[in-house]
């Protein structure tokens, strides 16, 4: 519920504001300093202001000071002043001041309403706007404020400006290619290319040629030298998603090519030489693929310089919110349409669901949403999801195994994140001891944690 701060010294007035804005959460002070006190303890998005207050009541002074005050301390909030009949000028030097409006008296409920509404949707508008330039600042198109994803990011943002091999881990849809390009477009090596290819797509006997080229002649139907990804992207970054799907017999030339930044093209008798930065994804368990003898080690060690784990939008806190409102938009653009908002349900609806296929699930549900929405507001329903009651998460789990799998996973992973990756410190939030923790983590195959990523 959003905050309203009235300052008035008139009991009746008092009264009548409490009932008529029903859907806030009103709140009072009589003069200048208990509005400043009551200012600092509830930070009320909307403060009306009557002008005449004691100790001068009948003039603005006292008021306008307060104004300077309220607005000094928190520019973003915004004053209504509340003036005497007639008293335009003290009106106008108040919004000169910079009151968002003003207002004479006497006070007609449903007018004041009306003002303090659109003043506080105002206010959330900025606020939002706010929120999202201080994250498009850093990493550009990692959209996001959660805690654990302002940590990834600016990890990636530190590593940018090196040459350090990445590894980025996450389920499928998280953002693990969004990231690379982040971190290319933050790299000295932004104004040379970006080449993406992803090993799982392309098939094993083809793969090879891709990544490396090959010359005219190597093979049927190799009519012309041709490049391959890696030399395309010359003095640039290479983004290899998947790497976990390529082929044993690759994975050796690719660590060849890392360790002496070399390449053969294929059907070639000559090593080329490559200046290249790569970053590889794989949603896969590398270290699990590693014990099975799926994947290399020595070569895991040499992508996973650094490793990074992109959190699955279910840990992201609200974001999901957040992302929506900005595909909203987008796609309000795409599509020449003119949905205004998220309902109330459909907000809930959306935290309490599982996000199974990540950022990727809630574009696509955005977008269909947008496009078939009946009213100006997303329902629940426009996304194809439902609204539980709390504590109903067994609604769509498997079992009550799942619900409780589920529920210690986030916890680990919200403690771990809020005690900046400290163990002792996670397993102390938990109440459980370390051995306990690690065996939870292990269960629950939180690989991000387990790799201190
Ligand atoms: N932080 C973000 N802000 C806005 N859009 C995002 C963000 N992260 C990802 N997306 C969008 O979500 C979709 C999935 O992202 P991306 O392809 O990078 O995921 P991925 O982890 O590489 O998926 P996969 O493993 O399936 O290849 C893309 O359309 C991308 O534009």
Request: net charge negative.
């Amino acid at each position: 519920m959003d905050r309203i701060l009235v300052v008035d010294d008139d009991l009746g007035i008092q009264k009548q504001l409490k009932w008529s804005l029903s859907d806030y959460e009103v709140v009072f002070a009589e003069d200048r300093q208990s509005a400043i006190n009551q200012l600092r303890r509830f930070e009320p998005k909307v403060v009306t202001l009557d002008l005449g207050l004691p100790p001068d009541p009948a003039n603005a002074s006292e008021g306008l000071a307060a104004l300077e005050e309220i607005l000094a301390l928190s520019p973003q909030t915004k004053v209504i002043v509340v003036t005497g009949n007639n008293d335009k000028e003290n009106a106008l030097k108040a919004v000169a001041l910079g009151a968002y409006d003003f207002y004479q008296k006497p006070i007609d409920s449903d007018t004041i309403q009306i003002l303090i509404n659109r003043a506080a949707n105002l206010y959330n508008l900025e606020l939002e706007n706010r929120q999202l330039a201080k994250t498009s600042s850093s990493m550009s198109k990692i959209i996001g404020n959660s805690e654990c994803i302002q940590l990834v990011s600016r990890k990636a943002e530190k590593i940018a400006q090196t040459d350090i091999s990445t590894l980025l881990l996450g389920e499928s849809g998280t953002g693990k290619e969004v990231f690379a390009r982040s971190i290319h477009d933050h790299s000295l090596r932004k104004d040379k290319p970006f080449v993406a290819i992803n090993c799982a797509s392309i098939p094993e006997n083809l793969l090879e040629s891709e990544l490396f080229g090959y010359e005219k002649g190597a093979f049927t139907g190799a009519n012309k030298t041709t490049l391959g990804k890696i030399e395309t992207a010359q003095g640039g970054t290479v983004f290899l998603d998947e790497i976990g799907d390529m082929p044993l017999g690759l994975q050796a030339k690719m660590l060849r090519f890392l360790q002496e930044r070399v390449i053969e093209r294929v059907g070639g008798r000559s090593e080329i030489p490559v200046d290249i930065r790569v970053i590889c994804a794989t949603h896969r368990n590398l270290q699990d693929m590693v014990t099975e003898q799926t994947f290399r080690e020595d070569l895991f060690y040499r992508v996973g310089e650094i490793i990074i784990s992109i959190p699955p939008l279910r840990d992201r806190e609200n974001d999901v919110i957040l992302l929506a409102k900005t595909f909203l938009n987008q796609y309000n653009e795409e599509f020449g349409t003119k949905v205004k908002g998220l309902s109330d349900g459909a907000v809930k609806a959306m935290l309490q669901h599982k996000w199974k296929g990540n950022i990727r699930e809630l574009q696509n549900k955005l977008k269909s949403a947008v496009i078939l929405a009946e009213g100006s507001t997303i329902q629940a329903d426009d996304l194809g999801l439902m609204v539980r009651e709390d504590g109903d998460d067994a609604v769509d789990s498997l079992n009550l195994r799942e619900v409780r799998e589920l529920a210690e996973s986030r916890a680990i992973r919200r403690a771990y994140y809020q005690s900046e990756k400290n163990m002792s410190r996670t397993a102390e939030l938990l109440g459980v001891t370390r051995p306990t923790l690690y065996s939870l983590i292990d269960k629950y195959h939180l690989d991000d944690i387990k790799t201190g990523a």
